[in-house]
């Protein structure tokens, strides 16, 4: 930017400028510092501590709260690694049915008649828009094992009324299923764009080949969404690990511990135990965890993808 | 003949499953207009055998309970709005000053912001609840709005856009005469209003819908949002009141609804813009 009118040296016009330019960025900076980049660094500080809320010393003792969590004898390690494993448990059943089904509904919508194509998508899409403690609260009452909708419609069939959140697997089958039915329609959103990206004529050369409808979706489209599908298996990965909402209100962890998540264990451990050194640690390295998961996802990927073109 | 065979089944076939996804929320605005003991029964009547607003009446009126949900709505309403704003305006100074600007160090600036996209929020919510409360500030709009501003998520969005925008018509305007600021918000913020929007909405949803952060950044029954106020009735005053759930879920749905509906375009188009390229 030149302020040819202005008699300056070129130096000083030069700072002049760089000064403004930085007056644009310096709001946001301000936040990012103050909300993203000190929290973490004051997290892994407070990991680092003794520190419980109620007592008036936080001293520091290292990695105490990390040896503590590995140390099979300390309740610590019981908490954080059962409730990872009931988080993993939910990522694993989750995440398939979100990008496959995701996918399937996207294939559907796509291959409806225009004028009506826009209708289903805003249904599909809807539940999305309302926030977990509602659809918590919803699916709650339409499960609920003597007056939800669910059993009183099995029961109108002749079947027994099922105890949806108060035994395994049905505590997992109705997380999964209340999440799926929240989230589908963002993937859903994402697919549906890839799809219309793949190339026309890709399509109509293998048509000419004589390819069917299931050998063009093999060949064709898969490979060319595969960017796309692993975001939508990162992102939906990302988003199981965080799951809090749906068991804290559905299950409240239940039966037993059995769907207590990690997450549910270290807020507990924050704000009812004041366990804060502690929990900062156990929200570290679940953090830590879901970062090597994504790399781990997007290698798989990688190397797939270069063993494809290696062939 | 065989092919609208097999798009009437596909008709068919989504008309179902649209079903499945408008069942619950049909079922909780039809719950929300029966009394407790109708509720209560079970059955699966959807037209309620007696129709009733009582459960609206009384949450919005409050009688032996008092639930403050005009309070509520108004904070979720406010932080949405407030936060919107402020995410908006500095995300676009941001992203502008970046992708267009001689801004100092933004060769490191840019990849560190985004690289906090991968960081995952439970890595801040424990130190950002210490911080709030060292400085006293729980329980107040700041803990509601702030932390909603730090997202790089629109800077990520918008630099995308002010990357690919035309030159030309800053330098148009740069003869004229304009400064940085002038060109900003004369010729930049208008031709970007579409994809403003689009971050508007995002952001709004994300601010109206969190949960576990308001959650445990409020406990006073006067700072809870609308979605952490339903989860304190539900295991509080109305634990298996449905009827009065269901009318204070449907209450807490409607504002968001609207905004979706409305912004429906601009919401898919910023998750299909973000989703990679």
Same mark, same amino acid.
């Given at each position: 930017m030149e302020e040819a009118r202005l008699p300056m040296s070129k130096a000083k016009r030069d700072r002049r400028s760089k000064l403004t330019s930085f007056l644009f960025v310096l709001p946001y900076l301000a936040m990012f510092l103050a909300f993203l980049f000190f929290p973490l660094v004051y997290g892994i500080y407070i990991s680092l501590n003794d520190y419980n809320l109620l007592s008036k010393e936080h001293p520091f003792i290292g990695f105490a709260n990390y040896t503590r969590i590995f140390n099979p004898d300390s309740a610590m390690n019981a908490l954080f690694f059962e409730g990872l494993w009931n988080t993993i448990k939910f990522v694993v059943f989750s995440v398939p049915l979100l990008v496959i089904i995701g996918l399937a509904l996207a294939l559907l919508l796509n291959s409806?008649? #225009?004028?009506i194509r826009g209708l289903f998508r805003t249904i599909y899409f809807i539940p999305y828009a309302i926030s977990v403690s509602v659809i918590s609260i919803i699916f709650l009452w339409i499960l609920? *094992?003597?007056? #939800?909708l669910l059993n009183n419609f099995l029961m109108s069939l002749g079947f027994d009324p099922v105890p949806w959140l108060t035994r395994q697997p049905f505590a997992w089958i109705s997380l999964v299923g209340a999440t799926v039915w929240w989230t589908l329609g963002f993937n859903m959103i994402i697919f549906i764009n890839a799809l219309n990206e793949v190339p026309e004529d890709l399509y109509e050369a293998s048509s000419i080949d004589g390819a069917s409808a299931w050998q063009k979706f093999i060949h064709i489209t898969l490979p060319s969404i595969r960017p796309i599908m692993l975001f939508v298996v990162i992102t939906s990965t990302i988003a199981s690990f965080n799951v809090y909402g749906q068991p804290y209100l559905m *299950?409240? #962890?239940g039966p037993g511990d059995s769907t207590e998540v990690l997450l549910m264990g270290i807020v507990d451990l924050a704000f009812e135990q004041r366990e804060l050194g502690m929990a900062s640690a156990m929200a570290l390295l679940m953090s830590l965890i879901m970062i090597g998961v994504s790399i781990v996802q997007f290698k798989i990927s990688n190397r797939n993808q270069e063993g494809r073109k290696a062939r | 003949m065989k092919q609208t065979g097999k798009k009437t089944g596909l008709i068919i076939l989504a008309s179902i499953i649209a079903l499945l996804f408008l069942i619950p929320l049909a079922w909780m605005i039809s719950t929300s207009f029966k009394n407790d003991f109708e509720a209560i029964a079970g059955g699966l009547n959807w037209i309620p055998e007696e129709f009733t607003i009582e459960n609206y009446t009384y949450t919005l009126l409050g009688e032996e309970v008092d639930v403050p949900i005009f309070r509520w709505m108004f904070n979720s309403l406010f932080a949405g709005i407030a936060g919107t704003a402020i995410i908006v305006t500095i995300d676009a100074m941001a992203a502008y000053g970046l992708a267009r600007l001689d801004v100092p160090f933004k060769k490191y600036l840019f990849p560190l912001f985004i690289s906090t996209l991968m960081i995952p929020f439970v890595i801040t919510f424990l130190p950002m609840y210490m911080q709030f409360s060292n400085m006293g500030?729980? !329980?107040?709009y700041a803990v509601l709005i702030?932390?909603?501003? /730090? !997202? /790089?998520f629109g800077v990520f969005l918008l630099y995308q856009f002010f990357k690919s925008f035309p030159k030309e018509l800053e330098e148009a305007a740069h003869l004229d005469g304009a400064n940085k600021w002038q060109i900003f918000a004369k010729v930049v913020v208008p031709s970007a209003r579409p994809i403003l929007w689009t971050l508007a909405i995002f952001s709004f949803m994300q601010i109206y819908n969190d949960f576990l952060w308001p959650l445990v950044a409020t406990n006073t029954p006067d700072m809870r949002t609308i979605t952490t106020g339903i989860a304190i009735m539900q295991q509080g005053s109305?634990? &298996? &009141?449905y009827g009065k759930l269901m009318a204070l879920t449907t209450i807490a749905t409607v504002p968001i609804l609207i905004v979706f509906l409305i912004g429906q375009k601009q919401l898919i188009k910023g998750i299909t813009q973000t989703g990679i390229k």
């Open positions: 409806l008649p #225009g004028r609920d *094992t003597n007056s #939800g *299950t409240r #962890g | 500030l729980l !329980n107040t702030f932390p909603y501003t /730090a !997202n /790089a109305f634990v &298996s &009141s």
